[in-house]
């Protein structure tokens, strides 16, 4: 099936220092996401993206936070800069229309 | 806002008994979509089943669920457990509002089928 693909799997940081997480959604797909979960906790949503805006963020989407996708490359989530309460998995999603999600395999984000 | 339960955190099964995974939801809106999202370890979330119409079962590879408005409940079922099961399922609701499908997930359920 359509895969979604998350770079890096895994990083750890020093708190403070600047992250990017890299999102390559399916092709044709024109929505995009990023959801955090932290251990032992239900997966929650930060952000969604089309035509090159945010439409919608949660309260865990910091300032902190921004996302971007550069002339159709990667859609990425900065966070700069990074505290310990940021340490989770991030996983990626994108849609086509309709509402069926397509997940990547989350990026493990630790921040020391 | 919209909420998603899923009481509970771990079920474990005989292999070949059946399933049943709880899932209820809070919404204010009439036309929201009830989805199943099947976790296996290492691999990425992927959608199990969805629905919106009241009543009606829908099935995929085994599993089945019927979106009931009355109660709010969205319960996913399988007549007989197999040890693949074993993975961690998420309930998720959409308000289904075009393009913008934003999931707000439940806490999910870990299923372990053992022989």
């Known amino acids: 099936g359509p895969k979604v693909l998350q770079i890096p799997s895994h990083q750890i940081i020093d708190m403070g220092q600047m992250v990017t997480l890299n999102c390559d959604p399916v092709s044709n797909h024109l929505y995009f996401y990023w959801y955090k979960q932290i251990l032992g906790q239900q997966m929650e949503f930060l952000v969604n993206f089309y035509n090159g805006k945010v439409m919608e963020k949660s309260k865990l989407f910091k300032d902190q936070f921004s996302v971007e996708r550069p002339d159709g490359s990667y859609f990425t989530l900065k966070i700069q800069p990074t505290a310990l309460e940021d340490s989770a998995v991030y996983f990626c999603?994108?849609?086509?229309?309709?509402?069926?999600?397509?997940f990547g395999e989350g990026s493990r984000l630790i921040v020391v | 806002g919209d909420s998603v339960t899923q009481k509970e955190g771990l079920v474990t099964l005989t292999e070949g008994l059946p399933v049943m995974l709880n899932c209820t939801y809070q919404?204010?809106?009439?036309?929201?979509?009830l989805f199943w999202y099947v976790h296996y370890l290492n691999e990425s979330p992927r959608l199990l089943l969805k629905?919106?119409?009241?009543?009606k079962r829908t099935e995929h590879q085994g599993f089945h669920a019927t979106l009931h408005k009355s109660s709010s409940s969205f319960h996913l079922q399988k007549s007989s457990a197999q040890l693949s099961d074993s993975a961690l399922y998420y309930c998720a609701l959409s308000r289904a509002t075009g393009g913008n499908n934003k999931l707000t997930f439940g806490q999910g359920t870990v299923l372990s089928v053992i022989p």
């Open positions: 629905s919106s119409t009241d009543n």
């Open positions: 999603a994108s849609s086509f229309q309709g509402n069926t999600l397509y």
């Open positions: 919404t204010i809106y009439s036309n929201a979509f």
